[in-house]
């Protein structure tokens, strides 16, 4: 199985501060076929499923305010909000699409500080 | 607006069978376009995906619950299935349903979640 490893495990940051969530897979999940690499970010709010934030780990989906962003390629992974909003305080995921098993990073807490 | 909803016991005694429905609405579940997916969210745990089905009938099983899982689809009703078996205190999760296209393997949308307890 592909290990994803999520860093840090919790992040508080000030309202209006940059957040940076970091994601690690055990093996390189870029296509060759397609140059895009296979990772998606995820943000849950209790009691709420998750919703889909990024695919092809820099494509933002539709409605996720311009305030996140996604890159990296490879094995290394980097979510990014610019200018931290109350709302954004959730559990982020990241996920391997490359290879079954699918498998998700322990996740990350953002708290406001 | 595709939307996906979980339905099944609450509660599931040691060693018996969890058995949870996802009814679809707002779209078909038989398109060959897409996948039907179980993930669970063990409590103070991150997210497994536990397997998905095609409208096919085709399934394809976590490994390290292969042995106790079995997916089934109802293109009739518009749900899908999941059965596991023979769980313990370790099954008792929030059981999301949720969908992915082909081959781009992630997960839009989710059902809401249901929380299936193991306890006797």
């Known amino acids: 199985d592909i290990v994803m490893t999520q860093s840090p495990d919790s992040l508080a940051v000030s309202l209006g501060e940059r957040a940076t969530i970091n994601c690690k897979s055990s093996?390189?999940?870029?296509?060759?076929?397609?140059?895009?690499?296979?990772l998606a970010w995820y943000q849950q709010k209790p009691g709420q499923p998750p919703k889909l934030l990024f695919y092809w780990a820099s494509t933002r989906d539709s409605g996720v305010p311009d305030r996140f962003s996604a890159s990296g390629s490879g094995t290394d992974f980097t979510l990014t909000i610019s200018s931290l909003q109350a709302e954004d305080v959730a559990l982020y995921y990241c996920q391997q699409c490359y290879a079954t098993p699918f498998t998700f990073g322990q996740g990350t807490k953002l708290e406001i500080k | 607006q595709l939307q996906l909803q979980e339905s099944g016991p609450g509660l599931v005694k040691p060693s018996e069978t969890l058995s949870l429905t996802c009814t679809v609405s707002?779209?078909?579940?038989?398109?060959?376009?897409?996948?039907w997916d179980w993930i669970r969210r063990p409590p103070g745990k991150g997210l497994q995906w536990i397997g998905n089905i095609h409208r096919s009938g085709i399934a394809h099983y976590n490994p390290s619950l292969k042995s106790r899982v079995t997916m089934s689809v109802d293109t009739s009703k518009n749900q899908f299935s999941l059965r596991l078996t023979s769980v313990t205190a370790a099954d008792t999760a929030v059981y999301y349903c949720a969908r992915h296209e082909g081959r781009n393997n992630w997960f839009d949308p989710w059902g809401q979640g249901t929380l299936v307890t193991v306890s006797s």
């Open positions: 707002g779209g078909s579940i038989d398109s060959s376009n897409y996948y």
């Open positions: 093996q390189s999940v870029f296509h060759n076929s397609n140059n895009k690499n296979s």
